[in-house]
């Protein structure tokens, strides 16, 4: 038999094997193999994750065609010694190359938070623990220590200004940690050279900003009016008179459900209490608002010193510069409570 008949015929035999062996391993790589359960299914891997748990919860939450032969694609990949943390949403077919490679490259869904009327830090961990991978006791436990944002100029009481409201997002294996730095960001961005330039002009730092604003945003149902009950409020500063804000009394109570303040309300012994203490209270009453910030940056000037509730509830106040008229204002409101019999 000549050498050119012996190579047809090896090449006859091995280009076929080397054929069906290609189709073989191109199925395993990347055919349709894995499938979410249902519309998608969404794997948590957390941040001290191994592989092993890695792939127990791949098992466990997608429907796989050949749980070894996914295994024997991410070893190939290298995945024992790439995982990475992260929530990642699966909402279609894919195959073990693909999800093998989502996994290895951390390419996770973001997590979308919406925050706003937040009053309290403990109101803020709860609102945010839990679809991070941060519960809300470890959330407590960062802002409980000072020494976690001290030395960027708040304490306790004030480190709540910087979480302006919004939507954000964020990835699953956030930290307390990182979630504080990456709002201390979103805050330094607002805080921009000309907001520090107004603030300046005021009188007031951004601190000083966040905890008028905090309480214009409580009194005010109408945006539109902001601007105006941040004016009676720098008036009364400027003045030396106290800022006498009802929602401070419900943040010194604890109780943001009372509709009415009463005259033993007003006798609350705490640094919250606007009718007791003059000036601002040491730290805002709740997650100030753009929209009160800006208010307070370009507060309207006028010469008003009291506000009272119209009494035909639109939402609106009546504007007075003298405590007479303020009181006639005030006894209308109070009228219309009584005749709503609204005692508390």
Not at 12 to 31: D, E, K, N, Q
């Amino acid at each position: 038999m000549s050498r050119r008949r012996v190579i047809l015929i090896v090449l006859s035999l091995f280009v076929p094997a080397v054929f069906f062996t290609a189709v073989i391993l191109y199925g395993r790589l990347y055919s349709p193999s894995v499938f979410p359960v249902g519309d998608e299914s969404v794997l948590l891997i957390p941040e001290e994750a191994g592989y092993e748990q890695a792939m127990d919860t791949i098992e466990a939450n997608l429907e796989i065609k050949n749980l070894k032969v996914l295994k024997w694609v991410a070893e190939k990949k290298k995945y024992p010694v790439l995982v990475k943390p992260g929530k990642y949403v699966i909402n279609k077919a894919l195959s073990n190359n693909d999800l093998i490679n989502l996994l290895r490259g951390g390419r996770q869904t973001p997590v979308r938070i919406t925050f706003n009327n937040i009053r309290t830090l403990n109101e803020l961990a709860g609102k945010i623990g839990g679809q991070i991978e941060a519960d809300s006791a470890e959330i407590m436990a960062f802002f409980s220590d000072p020494e976690n944002y001290s030395g960027d100029g708040f304490r306790p009481e004030t480190v709540i200004s910087v979480f302006l409201p919004d939507t954000y997002e964020f990835y699953w294996n956030t930290s307390a940690r990182k979630l504080y730095v990456r709002m201390l960001r979103e805050y330094n961005r607002y805080w921009n050279r000309d907001r520090i330039k107004k603030s300046e002009e005021i009188g007031l730092s951004p601190v000083e900003v966040s905890t008028l604003a905090s309480i214009v945003d409580e009194e005010a149902l109408k945006n539109d009016e902001k601007p105006r009950i941040a004016g009676v409020y720098m008036n009364r500063l400027r003045s030396g008179m106290p800022l006498q804000a009802d929602p401070t009394i419900k943040f010194a109570i604890n109780n943001f459900n009372v509709n009415r303040i009463l005259y033993r309300h007003l006798e609350t012994d705490s640094p919250y209490n606007t009718y007791k203490y003059a000036g601002l209270p040491p730290g805002p009453i709740a997650c100030p608002s753009i929209n009160g910030l800006e208010a307070v940056l370009n507060a309207e000037k006028h010469d008003y010193l009291y506000f009272a509730a119209r009494p035909d509830f639109s939402g609106y106040h009546n504007f007075s510069r003298t405590l007479s008229e303020h009181n006639m204002n005030a006894r209308r409101y109070q009228n219309e409570l009584n005749r709503r019999r609204i005692y508390r």
